[in-house]
């Protein structure tokens, strides 16, 4: 591969990005979602983020999929849902799944 073809494909996609995201800020005054597809969109941050954090809880490397109570990683997960569910503070959920982790980590 040439330096130009490198060079290259990192300009196109950054323009491409750069279109694709502008969008929205130079025409998102003109596009008028219905209510419906607005609360839809409100669930989309949570969606990502389950899809993102419920793998990473379950899927061991060697194994696949680990959904048992011998996963430490899936007990912290659970044990910091649990946290934020009752205190709503992020930071704190951050530590107590943490700490709950090392522990279980430890202790399995």
Known sequence: MSDWYVWGAIVLMTI???ITRSGFFLFGHAVKLPPRLKHALSYA?????AAIVIPDLVVVADTGADISLANPK???GIGGAIFFAATRHLLGTIV?????????????
């Open 16 to 18: 491409s990005t750069l």
């Open 74 to 76: 899936l007990l912290a």
């Open 45 to 49: 941050p949570a969606a990502a983020m």
């Open 96 to 108: 107590a799944g943490m700490a709950l982790f090392t522990l279980l980590r430890l202790v399995l």
